[in-house]
């Protein structure tokens, strides 16, 4: 999941794009959302285990009571339960902002379209080049 994040080409666009900035842009953030939905759904899975374990631990901490072991044997154990558990609900948070900025990042990808989509058509299918950004600033 994190090597998907990582830039595999930071120099260019890449080669799909043929320079076109916008269609870069559009595919940058298609996967970024997908990325932080894939997110959104491991962090729900990771949270779901953390609570069966923190159930399991706590299982082992009563096991560990009726066998009359030692009493920091126990606390520790239920440390460990309650360790986990809280981890699971900050994991819950965690997996709620992945998929709140997942939603964010198509919200920015449908507008960014929007705003230039009709521009990039007008430039793509000309024939002429297009000037340099600045050009017409003299």
């Known amino acids: ?9 930071t120099g260019a666009t890449g080669s799909a794009d043929d320079g076109n900035q916008f269609k870069a842009t559009q595919v940058k953030l298609r996967k970024l959302g997908a990325v932080l939905d894939d997110a959104a ?4 899975g990771l949270r779901r285990s953390m609570l069966a374990d923190a159930n399991r631990v706590d299982g082992v ?31 819950k948070t965690l997996a709620a ?14 507008t960014h379209a929007k705003l230039y989509g009709a521009t990039d058509d007008i430039r793509s299918n000309r024939r002429e080049k297009t000037p340099k950004p600045g050009f017409f600033n003299r």
């Open 1 to 9: 999941m994190s090597s998907d994040l990582a830039p595999h080409n």
């Open 41 to 44: 759904i491991e962090l729900q």
């Open 61 to 91: 901490a009563t096991d560990i009571e009726h066998a009359d072991l030692d009493s920091k044997f126990v606390a520790l154990t239920e440390n460990v339960a309650s360790a986990l558990t809280g981890a699971a609900l900050e994991m």
């Open 97 to 110: 902002m992945a998929q709140e900025t997942g939603d964010l990042t198509d919200q920015t990808r449908r």
